[in-house]
């Protein structure tokens, strides 16, 4: 029933005792829980379910004075003679100690047994004709004639059909309790049936029982907390909500029910509990110890006895009070100036014993220390304010981080100059994080005329060190500038551009702050300097400075700076090509899967899937970075992170990744969007494309952080795709200083990996064969080195490459101006109606080419799956074995399985192919004749050739899928092209090229 929610086990029990009355004996049952529990509910369901097996009497205790003895058994007898009638209840024979209990005698007081007796054997009379339920309401308003006539009358009637069944507030009944010692005996006998709050999944369909509906999960999750779950308190709640209040309000009812409930308690407990209210809903007795200055034993034996009122319930640690209602009615007896000196009694207490801070999470402290007021030392509020909002930012919460950061703000003093303008930065760049421009360069610029008005050269710089660095540059570098002429007492050389102005004020910074012998200012100069060290040669300077970051947090203590420099001191080991940098990593997701932070759980995730992505695990890579953005939630931010990562990995394996919206200009600088365009173009043989992006890249300023060296592929790729010698002797000038080492970029997140690979690919672009050849070796061995099998197969076919035939010079020159579909190693050359394209190999395109060779000509789609790729054997096998169409001696279910894992082997060496990765697309068409043979042997029939499968069939759809996909990636680089063959070729069991008008020559 739905008046029984979420009440199955209690109701079972009660259930149970029924009817177990009703076939054989009954008992004692004791139903106990606070005020609004339910305990009335559902006890009055259970009876109502058996009321037509038994005879059931009803009795309520009232809460007065005037209450006369025994009255609940007066009901009881009142009750049962009505149900029976006049007649039969004669035939009861009631002895005159009933007759004087209900009044009708001659006045005199029965003896205490021979009424007791009297009673009892009326309810074994009674249940002789039938069984019997004795309701008991409210037992803990009772007079103690009753209780004691309870347990005389349960004890005599145990084997008899008569149940008794009594509710009462066990969270009274504490020790001072005037009933508390005829209660136990009961309790020892009874079955005890306790109720509790209701779960969420309860407070949810209460609420809809109640108004017709139920409010969303979080304000379902809001009401559990604040009423415990207490059934009238939901109900309560629920007509709020329904009426459109909040559901932090509180009716008049609630009210009151409140507020009996605690003018019950003794006088010394209520002021316990008053104090420990300040403390939140969840509160340590230490804590309390320390801030009211009382002994822990007797606040822990004050706690405990509240524990017996049901109003606190103990924890492993902590003490929770059921319900915030129960703690907000308490703390609201309180003035104002008294609540906020509780709160800064707290505050105070975990600054004298700092171990009690590990007891409350920042947040906590920080909320404490923001209600102290002006009852808390500000320097201390400032403090631990600022050190929430750290954290939270910390747990990819900025909104949180905003708030603290305001708090922290407003409680600083005119005295706190370098504190307030060093947290309007935090609180300008957490507000940009959050996506609004204007109102944090409304900050940056506050913060920036405090820092000139302060006369601090440290905190100029550090204002012009924080900004933006990639917004009103001409404005920065002139801020900058200044900076440095108060710390260095001279002007800059005025030669320097943005990127060496900044460094050259870096480095003053540096020097300035190892003079102060500041760790947090040092830590900060370090940082900065980290910042823009990036590209090829760099690396050993930032191994050296976040080495000695790590020694810095190990004077500080400063557990985000340590994770920090243990994450990049591994990318600047792989960056050297340093093997070692896999136990850094192993170190750093150690640290991090031991912090608390569900940020660094989420950073041990990306790092981990940044090195699968190096070394091919494209599958786990893509589980990671998936458990990371889950954590990253709504976070602007760290949602622009996971997408790069994202179109990492879809680029390592070969794709071509849509291009990167134009947003992520904002957060990641003006060069990421167009990076990643001009990437995508290029491999998608989009020349035209890349040459825009290039054009925007060159009217930017070189870029100073950590985008360089995916520039530096960029611009390689592009150079060696056109054969521009100019720009790819630059290029070669610019990395071969820096052989040996790996190309990084974005912090660690993108490794495109060897520049041995790199001048491997300039040098064969310009015709270098000898020492294209030597790069390519170098950067195999450096990749089987790191583990990195994707950067040594792609290494060994350019080497395949180079060892194989140039294409006559003549065919490239009849290329120019006819109409192309060529293949150049892993790359195909397309060209119609005078414009040229490039795209990485596919068998679809191969299968276009092998029809535009014969137009007119119908070539089966079993010929043209068979087709080996990159010259390897088999293709007459796969043939006979399509042809040969399904085998019966395997059943649907096998041919399905052996179907699907081998298109799954076609997928894999498409996939190969178009990486241009020779080897492994021959381990795989291994992998799929090696099972063709074995089925071929599983279903032997006389030494004749197996079939497997409809192969004729798979062939139909794969080749139709390949061409299909391929026409639509031709579409994106040259529509025309794309038109001309959607319109020419037909696909089928037989695939063919016949254009409606003459046949352009194709160069092939």
Same mark, same amino acid.
């Given at each position: 029933?739905?008046?029984?929610?979420?009440?199955?086990?209690?109701?079972?029990?009660?259930?149970?005792?029924?009817?177990?009355?009703?076939?054989?004996?009954?008992?004692?049952?004791?139903?106990?829980?606070?005020?609004?529990?339910?305990?009335?509910?559902?006890?009055?369901?259970?009876?109502?379910?058996?009321?037509?097996?038994?005879?059931?009497?009803?009795?309520?205790?009232?809460?007065?004075?005037?209450?006369?003895?025994?009255?609940?058994?007066?009901?009881?007898?009142?009750?049962?003679?009505?149900?029976?009638?006049?007649?039969?209840?004669?035939?009861?024979?009631?002895?005159?100690?009933?007759?004087?209990?209900?009044?009708?005698?001659?006045?005199?007081?029965?003896?205490?047994?021979?009424?007791?007796?009297?009673?009892?054997?009326?309810?074994?009379?009674?249940?002789?004709?039938?069984?019997?339920?004795?309701?008991?309401?409210?037992?803990?308003?009772?007079?103690?004639?009753?209780?004691?006539?309870?347990?005389?009358?349960?004890?005599?009637?145990?084997?008899?059909?008569?149940?008794?069944?009594?509710?009462?507030?066990?969270?009274?009944?504490?020790?001072?309790? +005037?009933?508390?010692?005829?209660?136990? =005996? &009961? !309790?020892?006998?009874? %079955?005890?049936? $306790?109720?509790? *709050?209701?779960?969420? @999944?309860?407070?949810?369909?209460?609420?809809?029982?109640?108004?017709?509906?139920?409010?969303?999960?979080?304000?379902?999750?809001?009401?559990?907390?604040?009423?415990?779950?207490?059934?009238?308190?939901?109900?309560?709640?629920?007509?709020?909500?329904?009426?459109?209040?909040?559901?932090?309000?509180?009716?008049?009812?609630?009210?009151?029910?409140?507020?009996? +409930?605690?003018?019950?308690?003794?006088? =010394? &407990? !209520?002021?316990?509990? %008053?104090?420990? $209210?300040?403390? *939140?809903?969840?509160? @340590?007795?230490?804590?309390?110890?320390?801030?009211?200055?009382?002994?822990?034993?007797?606040?822990?034996?004050?706690?405990?006895?509240?524990?017996?009122?049901?109003?606190?319930?103990?924890?492993?640690?902590?003490?929770?009070?059921?319900?915030?209602?129960?703690?907000?009615?308490?703390?609201?007896?309180?003035?104002?100036?008294?609540?906020?000196?509780?709160?800064?009694?707290?505050?105070?207490?975990?600054?004298?014993?700092?171990?009690?801070?590990?007891?409350?999470?920042?947040?906590?402290?920080? @909320?404490?220390?923001?209600?102290?007021?002006?009852?808390?030392?500000?320097?201390?509020?400032?403090?631990?304010?600022?050190?929430?909002?750290?954290?939270?930012?910390?747990?990819?919460?900025?909104?949180?981080?905003?708030?603290?950061?305001?708090?922290?703000?407003?409680?600083?003093?005119?005295?706190?100059?370098?504190?307030?303008?060093?947290?309007?930065?935090?609180?300008?760049?957490?507000?940009?994080?959050?996506?609004?421009?204007?109102?944090?360069?409304?900050?940056?610029?506050?913060?920036?005329?405090?820092?000139?008005?302060?006369?601090?050269?440290?905190?100029?710089?550090?204002?012009?060190?924080?900004?933006?660095?990639?917004?009103?540059?001409?404005?920065?570098?002139?801020?900058?500038?200044?900076?440095?002429?108060?710390?260095?007492?001279?002007?800059?050389?005025?030669?320097?551009?943005?990127?060496?102005?900044?460094?050259?004020?870096?480095?003053?910074?540096?020097?300035?702050?190892?003079?102060?012998?500041?760790?947090?200012?040092?830590?900060?100069?370090?940082?900065?300097?980290?910042?823009?060290?990036?590209?090829?040669?760099?690396?050993?300077?930032?191994?050296?400075?976040?080495?000695?970051?790590?020694?810095?947090?190990?004077?500080?203590?400063?557990?985000?700076?340590?994770?920090?420099?243990?994450?990049?001191?591994?990318?600047?080991?792989?960056?050297?090509?340093?093997?070692?940098?896999?136990?850094?990593?192993?170190?750093?997701?150690?640290?991090?899967?031991?912090?608390?932070?569900?940020?660094?759980?989420?950073?041990?995730?990306?790092?981990?899937?940044?090195?699968?992505?190096?070394?091919?695990?494209?599958?786990?890579?893509?589980?990671?970075?998936?458990?990371?953005?889950?954590?990253?939630?709504?976070?602007?931010?760290?949602?622009?992170?996971?997408?790069?990562?994202?179109?990492?990995?879809?680029?390592?394996?070969?794709?071509?990744?849509?291009?990167?919206?134009?947003?992520?200009?904002?957060?990641?600088?003006?060069?990421?969007?167009?990076?990643?365009?001009?990437?995508?173009?290029?491999?998608?043989?989009?020349?035209?494309?890349?040459?825009?992006?290039?054009?925007?890249?060159?009217?930017?300023?070189?870029?100073?952080?950590?985008?360089?060296?995916?520039?530096?592929?960029?611009?390689?790729?592009?150079?060696?795709?056109?054969?521009?010698?100019?720009?790819?002797?630059?290029?070669?000038?610019?990395?071969?200083?820096?052989?040996?080492?790996?190309?990084?970029?974005?912090?660690?997140?993108?490794?495109?990996?060897?520049?041995?690979?790199?001048?491997?690919?300039?040098?064969?672009?310009?015709?270098?064969?000898?020492?294209?050849?030597?790069?390519?070796?170098?950067?195999?061995?450096?990749?089987?080195?790191?583990?990195?099998?994707?950067?040594?197969?792609?290494?060994?076919?350019?080497?395949?490459?180079?060892?194989?035939?140039?294409?006559?010079?003549?065919?490239?020159?009849?290329?120019?101006?006819?109409?192309?579909?060529?293949?150049?190693?892993?790359?195909?050359?397309?060209?119609?109606?005078?414009?040229?394209?490039?795209?990485?190999?596919?068998?679809?395109?191969?299968?276009?080419?092998?029809?535009?060779?014969?137009?007119?000509?119908?070539?089966?789609?079993?010929?043209?799956?068979?087709?080996?790729?990159?010259?390897?054997?088999?293709?007459?096998?796969?043939?006979?074995?399509?042809?040969?169409?399904?085998?019966?001696?395997?059943?649907?279910?096998?041919?399905?399985?052996?179907?699907?894992?081998?298109?799954?082997?076609?997928?894999?060496?498409?996939?190969?192919?178009?990486?241009?990765?020779?080897?492994?697309?021959?381990?795989?068409?291994?992998?799929?004749?090696?099972?063709?043979?074995?089925?071929?042997?599983?279903?032997?029939?006389?030494?004749?050739?197996?079939?497997?499968?409809?192969?004729?069939?798979?062939?139909?759809?794969?080749?139709?899928?390949?061409?299909?996909?391929?026409?639509?990636?031709?579409?994106?680089?040259?529509?025309?092209?794309?038109?001309?063959?959607?319109?020419?070729?037909?696909?089928?069991?037989?695939?063919?090229?016949?254009?409606?008008?003459?046949?352009?020559?194709?160069?092939?």
């Amino acid at each position: 029933m739905t008046i029984l929610i979420g009440r199955d086990h209690p109701a079972a029990a009660l259930r149970s005792a029924v009817q177990r009355t009703v076939h054989s004996h009954g008992g004692l049952a004791l139903v106990t829980g606070e005020a609004g529990i339910g305990k009335s509910t559902l006890v009055t369901d259970i009876a109502a379910a058996f009321r037509g097996e038994l005879t059931v009497a009803f009795a309520t205790s009232w809460e007065s004075e005037a209450v006369p003895d025994h009255w609940l058994w007066v009901q009881v007898l009142r009750s049962l003679r009505a149900q029976l009638g006049d007649e039969t209840w004669q035939e009861l024979h009631p002895a005159p100690p009933v007759a004087a209990l209900l009044g009708l005698g001659d006045g005199s007081a029965p003896a205490q047994f021979e009424l007791y007796d009297a009673v009892t054997q009326i309810l074994i009379s009674a249940s002789q004709r039938g069984p019997v339920l004795v309701v008991l309401d409210d037992l803990h308003f009772a007079d103690p004639g009753s209780l004691e006539l309870l347990k005389f009358a349960s004890q005599h009637t145990w084997f008899e059909r008569v149940l008794f069944v009594a509710t009462y507030r066990d969270s009274e009944i504490d020790p001072g309790h +005037r009933l508390r010692a005829r209660m136990l =005996p &009961l !309790v020892a006998k009874a %079955t005890m049936i $306790s109720l509790e *709050g209701l779960d969420e @999944h309860g407070v949810a369909e209460l609420c809809r029982t109640t108004v017709g509906d139920a409010p969303d999960a979080d304000t379902v999750a809001e009401i559990t907390r604040r009423t415990g779950g207490n059934p009238f308190f939901v109900e309560q709640t629920a007509q709020l909500w329904a009426s459109g209040q909040r559901v932090d309000a509180t009716t008049a009812g609630m009210r009151d029910a409140l507020q009996r +409930r605690i003018d019950q308690l003794p006088e =010394p &407990l !209520v002021r316990m509990l %008053t104090l420990a $209210s300040v403390g *939140g809903r969840e509160f @340590h007795a230490g804590v309390m110890s320390q801030a009211s200055g009382l002994d822990l034993h007797r606040i822990e034996s004050a706690l405990d006895a509240a524990c017996q009122t049901r109003l606190v319930r103990r924890e492993s640690d902590r003490y929770v009070f059921v319900h915030d209602l129960v703690r907000e009615t308490l703390y609201n007896t309180m003035t104002s100036d008294e609540a906020a000196h509780h709160h800064g009694c707290i505050v105070r207490a975990l600054v004298a014993d700092e171990s009690l801070q590990k007891l409350m999470l920042s947040t906590e402290i920080a @909320h404490h220390a923001w209600l102290a007021g002006d009852d808390l030392d500000p320097v201390i509020a400032v403090e631990f304010l600022e050190r929430a909002a750290t954290e939270s930012r910390g747990c990819l919460s900025a909104p949180g981080a905003e708030k603290y950061f305001r708090r922290a703000l407003e409680r600083c003093t005119p005295a706190m100059v370098r504190r307030r303008i060093l947290l309007r930065l935090e609180l300008a760049g957490t507000v940009k994080w959050l996506q609004r421009e204007e109102e944090s360069w409304k900050l940056y610029d506050q913060a920036v005329l405090e820092a000139r008005d302060s006369g601090d050269p440290m905190l100029l710089a550090r204002a012009a060190i924080e900004l933006p660095q990639n917004e009103r540059v001409d404005a920065l570098c002139r801020l900058k500038a200044d900076a440095y002429e108060a710390l260095a007492g001279k002007r800059p050389d005025p030669a320097l551009d943005h990127d060496g102005l900044t460094r050259q004020l870096n480095y003053e910074f540096l020097m300035a702050a190892r003079q102060t012998g500041d760790d947090e200012e040092v830590a900060f100069g370090l940082w900065a300097t980290h910042s823009v060290d990036w590209g090829p040669g760099t690396a050993a300077a930032r191994q050296v400075i976040v080495e000695e970051l790590d020694e810095i947090t190990r004077r500080t203590g400063d557990v985000d700076m340590r994770l920090f420099a243990a994450s990049l001191r591994w990318v600047a080991m792989l960056e050297q090509g340093d093997p070692a940098f896999r136990s850094q990593v192993d170190l750093f997701c150690a640290l991090a899967e031991n912090s608390d932070s569900e940020r660094w759980h989420s950073g041990a995730d990306i790092d981990h899937a940044v090195i699968d992505i190096v070394q091919g695990r494209w599958d786990s890579a893509a589980e990671r970075i998936d458990k990371a953005y889950a954590v990253a939630g709504d976070d602007p931010m760290n949602d622009h992170m996971m997408r790069h990562l994202r179109w990492e990995l879809a680029f390592a394996r070969g794709e071509a990744p849509e291009p990167a919206p134009d947003s992520w200009r904002t957060h990641f600088g003006v060069w990421h969007s167009d990076l990643l365009t001009g990437l995508s173009a290029v491999r998608r043989g989009d020349l035209d494309e890349a040459h825009r992006v290039k054009a925007r890249l060159d009217g930017e300023a070189d870029p100073h952080d950590a985008w360089v060296s995916l520039r530096l592929r960029f611009e390689v790729e592009l150079a060696a795709a056109e054969g521009d010698t100019e720009a790819i002797a630059a290029l070669r000038e610019r990395l071969e200083p820096h052989e040996g080492e790996w190309l990084v970029a974005l912090w660690g997140s993108s490794v495109h990996g060897p520049i041995s690979h790199w001048l491997g690919v300039l040098a064969a672009a310009s015709g270098d064969h000898a020492r294209a050849t030597a790069h390519f070796a170098a950067a195999i061995e450096q990749a089987e080195r790191l583990d990195a099998p994707p950067w040594a197969e792609a290494a060994r076919s350019a080497l395949a490459e180079i060892a194989a035939p140039a294409p006559e010079p003549e065919r490239r020159t009849a290329a120019a101006t006819g109409a192309v579909f060529r293949r150049d190693g892993s790359t195909w050359t397309l060209r119609y109606e005078g414009r040229g394209v490039h795209l990485p190999h596919t068998k679809g395109l191969a299968d276009l080419h092998r029809l535009l060779q014969r137009p007119g000509v119908e070539v089966s789609a079993v010929d043209l799956l068979a087709v080996p790729l990159n010259d390897l054997e088999g293709g007459e096998a796969v043939t006979a074995d399509a042809r040969l169409g399904g085998d019966d001696l395997l059943d649907a279910e096998a041919r399905a399985r052996y179907r699907d894992h081998l298109e799954t082997l076609d997928e894999q060496i498409d996939t190969a192919a178009a990486l241009g990765d020779d080897a492994r697309a021959a381990r795989l068409d291994a992998e799929r004749q090696a099972l063709i043979e074995q089925l071929k042997a599983a279903t032997g029939l006389g030494g004749r050739s197996r079939r497997l499968g409809d192969n004729a069939e798979r062939a139909r759809k794969s080749v139709t899928n390949r061409i299909r996909n391929t026409l639509k990636k031709i579409e994106a680089v040259h529509p025309a092209l794309a038109r001309h063959l959607s319109a020419a070729v037909a696909t089928g069991s037989a695939c063919v090229y016949r254009p409606e008008t003459e046949a352009p020559h194709w160069e092939l």
